[in-house]
């Protein structure tokens, strides 16, 4: 019994013992029964990592957010050359560097550039939003259709650019068609556009003729160099008689001859606004000056009138020194190269002296060759106009040299 009572605590320590390695393994288990516990840990490190990676994605695109928000800002404020630099990119064109210099000017003359119409594009774009740019040449350029829609978008925008200048681009019909599209509206800030050597002919006119019958905004507008002929002269005579803000045009230059002429004339009869008439280097021919005489008697708003080069004699002369005894408008009025001589320019200095309402200021006749009579005569028309002056081509001497002239002319 003893024994068996001995024996359990011998039992004991064998068992434990026997336990030991049991115990080993049970701490080997219970080692790698934590497991679930380590797992737990290795799901929480990962449930952070995520996390630190999810906290640091929305830094990295803040920081980005911030960098596109600081650029915006510069381009609206003083990144104006930095908007052309990403407009040229854009588009792929090299930035010009003398728009990059001036952009900040009153007047940019980019003339002969080559600008192309992806060039004219990111000037464009560069424009939308400046505010100091009111006078811009952009004269031979090549700029196509595509140039010119995005010159006029740009318009619809800038309500400080105030006269352009797209002279000698070859626009032709495409280009007028735009053009005028967006003068009817009314809507943009231009007060001079020049046209010159464009291309456009008659068909050009007539949508000319609708714009600016409609535009009361325009002041300045130069058509000069073209190929308008008759009809495009009476389509433009129509557009004088009902426009109501133009102050100056330039026709110079085209193929008008007398039935363009005496259209344009009728314009200017029910014309009130007009300051400034350029239509030189035509053929107006007497009959032409004929009308221009009936427009001086009744128009009281012309204040320069050039009608050189027209192909006017004497005859034709005669008619508008008529129209000048009666006018007190007219200030400038140039006739040289035309086949007149010095009886007409006596007719014209003559009626100036008779209209004692007369406001001429300048008569240029510089291809007339002069006498001493008319040098007599010009002086009393100057004691009753003290403000005219005539531009003449005067003799050397005109006591001494005019025998050897009058035997040198036959």
């Not at 001086?296 to 034709?316: C, Q, Y």
Request: a negative charge.
């Amino acid at each position: 019994m003893w024994q068996e009572a001995g024996s359990s605590p011998r039992e004991g320590p064998d068992t434990m013992d026997n336990d030991e390695p049991l115990e080993l393994e049970t701490t080997d288990e219970t080692e790698t029964q934590p497991a679930p516990q380590n797992s737990d840990e290795m799901l929480y490190c990962e449930v952070e990592a995520p996390l630190a990676v999810v906290k640091a994605k929305p830094t990295q695109e803040s920081s980005e957010t911030d960098l596109e928000i600081e650029d915006t800002e510069k381009y609206f404020t003083t990144g104006q050359k930095e908007l052309y630099l990403e407009a040229c990119k854009l588009v792929g064109v090299v930035p010009v560097s003398y728009f990059l210099r001036n952009m900040e000017d009153s007047y940019v003359n980019l003339n002969h550039h080559g600008l192309g119409p992806n060039g004219t594009k990111a000037i464009a774009i560069a424009l939308v939003s400046n505010t100091t740019v009111i006078s811009l040449e952009l004269e031979d350029n090549c700029l196509m259709e595509e140039g010119v829609l995005s010159l006029m978008e740009m318009l619809q925008e800038n309500y400080y650019l105030q006269e352009l200048n797209i002279s000698n681009n070859a626009l032709g019909l495409e280009g007028a068609t735009i053009i005028s599209k967006f003068l009817q509206r009314n809507t943009i800030s231009l007060l001079k556009l020049q046209l010159s050597g464009n291309n456009f002919k008659d068909e050009s006119a007539e949508l000319f003729c609708q714009a600016l019958s409609a535009n009361y905004r325009m002041k300045t507008v130069d058509l000069s160099h073209n190929q308008f002929s008759d009809k495009g002269g009476e389509l433009l005579g129509q557009m004088l008689a009902l426009n109501v803000g133009l102050l100056s045009l330039d026709l110079s230059w085209n193929h008008f001859c007398s039935r363009a002429a005496v259209a344009l004339c009728n314009g200017l009869r029910a014309n009130v606004t007009l300051k400034t008439l350029d239509v030189s280097m035509n053929g107006f021919g007497n009959e032409g000056a004929a009308a221009l005489g009936e427009v001086l008697r009744l128009n009281s708003s012309l204040a320069h009138l050039d009608v050189s080069s027209n192909n006017i004699t004497n005859e034709g002369v005669s008619k508008i020194s008529k129209g000048l005894e009666s006018n007190d408008s007219l200030k400038v009025l140039k006739l040289f190269l035309n086949p007149m001589n010095m009886d007409g320019a006596l007719l014209l200095i003559l009626s100036i002296k008779r209209n004692p309402k007369s406001n001429m200021e300048n008569l240029d006749i510089s291809n007339v060759l002069v006498s001493e009579q008319f040098m007599k005569i010009l002086d009393g028309v100057r004691a009753v106009h003290p403000q005219l002056d005539v531009v003449y081509k005067a003799m050397q001497d005109l006591s001494v040299d005019k025998p050897s002239f009058c035997e040198q002319t036959p």
